[in-house]
């Protein structure tokens, strides 16, 4: 062959990799295998989608005839290359981002999903960032997700007075969830009235050493009957303890430097007192050790030892009944972390062994039983890629990865907040986050609705039974969908006072359905403490409650549309629990009730009907409770003393 010859064949066998070096020349592709022989063409200064630009690019193209949706993938090999994309909609002069993803394949490899439309070309590119080496990728067509509808409403409201609220929790123990926005010295609370108003009170504090910048979380710490606040900040924490009745708060700040992101409140080793936990961004996370006097103990290592810690969650996964830990990573070491707890509240890691440690980068997670077959499953939403990862329980320590086959995808908008509530109260459970609301269909797919609001605390903010969102200063309010609910308020006693780590069950005709009561749920703010159950159209639920303790309440014929209260023991079949401390007469009582006792004067009291609902509620006063408004029947008082909660049974005449 002679050198003219030679050299028009190197032409001709070059021409693919020069075509593809800027987007004016970029290279053709449709569904298969493509290879990638070097990044050495032009980059795109200043026009990114996934978070920088390296100083070469290799450019290609892609065209449908019809609507179809289009997987990119560089994720090949035990050791896939080091790879960043980005997809461009317009023309090559003025391209405008749609999708860029770094880390979402297997190692440190590409892997994103668009829609892309009949008849219009998309762009893309790979860049030099992490590595110039050639490499290959796979373009794959899929079904597209279907359009977004309007699954379920909502009506926003400026409430006057609402601040920029990162609490919806009962903060006065009337069962009804309160507006908490706690800033650096003042704690304004908006107490929701049975009208639907709201009440707001300004209580001022000492200077918080670390305000509550980053997160929020609540629960009865020392057991005074009044719920405390835990505020995460970037340079370290603050606690603010509340007194008896709530209307002041005595700040608690530790020295110790501590990179705040997600914090809660759980019991971590399961004594009965509650502690406290907060990721660290840069360091091993955090746990605060109830000592069981409301004094918590620094206790740092023990709960992941590494950097990049955002979004903790603690349920139970395994049905132990432990309450085990989640952290989804980001930044320095995204490698999430699954820990399940062991008795005396030892961590371990198995995350590894599951293969979650991909790189998948994520500021939070939403726990909870998708598919009500009685075991927790996990959405961990994208903060870095339109990926979302939907893991399913199979109840025997492994997870399947559903995500292509739930749809969860269609939902391609990132966020830090991904939270699981029932919003439409059908007894499935959805998931808010990204671009919207992910409506759960019942048979392990959801459809995607991007008209409701963002994620913020989620609580009942005008007591209709339907779960509202906070934004800013507005309350975004559920309209009804004629579905019947039910709330459970658990109350512990030899377990913590709020019932944190109870694994709460409500069993209709139809579905069995469970939920963790949870301290900080999400990356940032503080949801309702209460358990929330749609019903469907059910009209009869049995209640279980399993608390931290193994005690186990069991409420059968429970009528819907109502918020229970359970007092840990009163409904199971052992002994009450009470302290020898209080004493009632006459027996039975008639109008006025004799309360004996230590220093009970002056106290919190209320009284619970025989299947948990709040009847009344005042103080004590001079050793006596009037009664005179109770229907006769069987009824539960309960006191709180320094000591914690005290209670008995009462009969009225």
């Given at each position: 062959?002679?050198?003219t010859?030679?050299?028009?064949?190197?032409?001709?066998?070059?021409?693919?990799?020069?075509?593809?070096?800027?987007?004016?020349?970029?290279?053709?592709?449709?569904?298969?295998l493509?290879?990638?022989?070097?990044?050495?063409?032009?980059?795109?200064?200043?026009n990114n989608?996934?978070y920088g630009?390296?100083?070469?690019a290799?450019?290609y193209?892609f065209?449908?005839?019809?609507?179809?949706?289009?997987?990119?993938s560089?994720?090949f090999?035990?050791?896939?290359?080091?790879?960043?994309?980005?997809v461009?909609?317009?023309a090559?002069?003025?391209?405008?981002?749609?999708?860029?993803?770094?880390?979402?394949?297997d190692?440190?490899?590409s892997?994103?999903?668009?829609?892309a439309?009949a008849?219009v070309?998309?762009?893309?590119?790979?860049?030099?960032?992490?590595?110039?080496?050639?490499?290959?990728?796979?373009?794959?067509?899929?079904?597209?997700?279907?359009?977004p509808?309007?699954?379920?409403d909502?009506?926003?409201?400026?409430?006057p007075?609402?601040?920029y609220?990162?609490?919806?929790v009962?903060?006065n123990?009337?069962?009804?969830?309160d507006?908490?926005d706690p800033?650096?010295?003042?704690v304004?609370?908006?107490?929701?009235?049975?009208d639907?108003?709201?009440?707001?009170v300004?209580?001022?504090?000492?200077?918080?050493?670390?305000?509550a910048?980053?997160?929020l979380?609540?629960?009865?710490l020392?057991?005074?009957?009044?719920?405390d606040m835990?505020?995460?900040?970037?340079?370290?924490?603050?606690?603010?303890?509340?007194?008896?009745?709530?209307?002041?708060?005595?700040e608690?700040?530790?020295?110790?430097y501590?990179?705040c992101q997600?914090?809660?409140?759980?019991d971590?080793?399961?004594?009965?007192?509650?502690?406290a936990?907060?990721?660290?961004?840069?360091d091993a996370?955090?746990?605060?050790?109830?000592?069981?006097?409301?004094t918590?103990?620094f206790?740092?290592g023990?709960?992941g030892?590494?950097?990049g810690?955002?979004?903790?969650?603690?349920?139970?996964?395994?049905?132990?009944g432990?309450?085990?830990?989640?952290?989804?990573k980001?930044?320095?070491?995204p490698?999430?972390?699954?820990?399940?707890?062991?008795?005396?509240?030892?961590?371990?890691d198995?995350?590894?062994?599951?293969?979650?440690?991909?790189?998948?980068?994520s500021?939070?997670s939403?726990?909870?039983d998708?598919?009500?077959?009685?075991?927790?499953?996990?959405?961990?939403?994208?903060?870095?890629?339109?990926?979302?990862?939907?893991?399913r329980?199979?109840?025997?320590?492994?997870?399947?990865?559903?995500?292509?086959?739930?749809?969860?995808n269609?939902?391609?908008?990132?966020?830090?907040e991904w939270?699981?509530?029932?919003?439409n109260?059908?007894?499935?459970?959805?998931?808010?986050?990204g671009d919207?609301?992910l409506?759960?269909?019942?048979?392990?797919?959801?459809?995607f609705?991007?008209?409701?609001?963002?994620?913020?605390?989620?609580?009942?903010?005008?007591n209709?039974?339907?779960?509202d969102i906070l934004?800013?200063?507005?309350?975004?309010y559920?309209q009804?969908?004629?579905?019947?609910?039910?709330?459970?308020?658990?109350?512990?006693?030899?377990s913590?006072?709020?019932?944190?780590?109870?694994?709460?069950?409500v069993?209709t005709n139809?579905?069995?359905q469970?939920?963790?009561?949870?301290?900080g749920?999400?990356?940032?703010?503080?949801?309702s403490?209460?358990a929330h159950f749609?019903?469907?159209?059910?009209?009869?639920?049995?209640?279980?409650?399993?608390?931290?303790?193994?005690?186990?309440?069991h409420l059968?014929?429970?009528?819907?549309?109502s918020?229970?209260?359970?007092h840990?023991?009163l409904?199971?079949?052992?002994?009450?629990?009470?302290?020898?401390?209080?004493?009632l007469?006459?027996?039975?009582?008639t109008?006025h009730?004799?309360?004996?006792?230590?220093d009970?004067?002056?106290r919190?009291?209320?009284i619970?009907?025989?299947?948990?609902?709040?009847?009344q509620?005042?103080?004590?006063s001079?050793?006596?409770?009037d009664i005179g408004?109770?229907?006769?029947?069987?009824y539960?008082?309960?006191?709180?003393?320094?000591?914690?909660?005290?209670?008995?049974?009462f009969?009225?005449?």
């Open positions: 062959m002679n050198r010859l030679l050299l028009l064949l190197f032409l001709a066998l070059a021409m693919p990799a020069a075509a593809q070096n800027s987007c004016a020349t970029a290279l053709p592709v449709t569904e298969g493509h290879t990638v022989l070097a990044v050495d063409g032009d980059a795109l200064p200043g989608c996934a630009n390296g100083d070469h290799e450019w193209s065209t449908s005839p019809v609507d179809t949706g289009v997987v990119i560089t994720s090999g035990e050791e896939p290359t080091d790879t960043r994309i980005q461009y909609t317009g090559c002069d003025a391209l405008i981002c749609l999708e860029g993803d770094d880390d979402s394949g190692g440190y490899s892997e994103l999903d668009f829609t439309l008849n070309t998309y762009y893309f590119n790979f860049d030099d960032t992490w590595s110039a080496n050639g490499f290959p990728f796979s373009i794959t067509l899929i079904p597209p997700p279907p359009p509808v309007n699954v379920i909502f009506a926003g409201i400026a409430v007075g609402m601040n609220t990162l609490g919806a009962d903060m123990n009337d069962g009804l969830d507006l908490l800033t650096e010295s003042n304004h609370i908006g107490f929701q009235q049975l639907g108003t709201f009440e707001f300004d209580i001022p504090t000492s200077a918080a050493d670390h305000p910048s980053w997160s979380c609540v629960g009865d020392d057991k005074n009957g009044a719920n835990l505020y995460g900040a970037g340079d370290g924490v603050t606690l603010m303890f509340a007194n008896e009745d709530g209307t002041a708060f005595t608690v700040s530790y020295d110790e501590i990179f997600r914090t809660n409140m759980v971590l080793n399961n004594d009965g007192h509650l502690d936990f907060s990721c660290h961004d840069v996370n955090v746990g605060f050790i109830n000592d069981g006097s409301g918590l103990l206790q740092q023990g709960y030892e590494t950097c810690n955002y979004g903790s969650v603690f349920t139970d996964y395994n049905n132990d432990l309450m085990d830990l989640f952290i989804a980001c930044g320095c070491d490698e999430d972390l699954l820990m399940p707890n062991s008795p005396g509240g030892v961590f371990t198995v995350a590894p062994d599951l293969g979650w440690n991909d790189e998948h980068q500021w939070s939403a726990w909870g998708y598919d009500n077959d009685g075991d927790m499953d996990v959405l961990i939403g994208s903060s870095s890629s339109a990926q979302h990862k939907l893991m329980n199979e109840g025997n320590g492994e997870f399947t990865d559903i995500s292509n086959i739930s749809g969860v269609s939902n391609d908008g990132q966020s830090n939270t699981t509530h029932d919003f109260n059908d007894g499935w459970l959805d998931i808010l986050g919207g609301m409506m759960n269909n019942g048979n392990g797919t959801f459809t609705d991007n008209t409701v609001p963002y994620n913020g605390p989620i609580g009942d903010m005008d209709d039974g339907y779960l934004g800013g200063g507005t309350i975004y559920n009804s969908t004629g579905n019947n609910w039910l709330r459970i308020w658990p109350v512990g006693s030899v913590n006072q709020n019932g944190i780590g109870a694994r709460v069950h069993i139809d579905i069995s469970i939920r963790d009561v949870k301290s749920d999400g990356f940032r703010y503080m949801s403490l209460l749609g019903l469907g159209q059910a009209t009869t639920a049995t209640v279980e409650v399993h608390w931290p303790s193994g005690i186990v309440d059968e014929n429970v009528e819907p549309n918020t229970i209260v359970v840990e023991g409904f199971s079949s052992t002994e009450e629990i009470a302290l020898n401390e209080l004493a007469f006459p027996v039975p009582a109008n009730l004799m309360v004996i006792g230590a009970l004067n002056n919190m009291a209320r619970f009907s025989s299947t948990g609902q709040l009847v509620h005042g103080v004590v001079a050793s006596t409770i408004s109770l229907a006769s029947g069987v539960l008082l309960e006191v709180t003393t320094p000591k914690g909660a005290v209670k008995r049974t009969v009225k005449e």
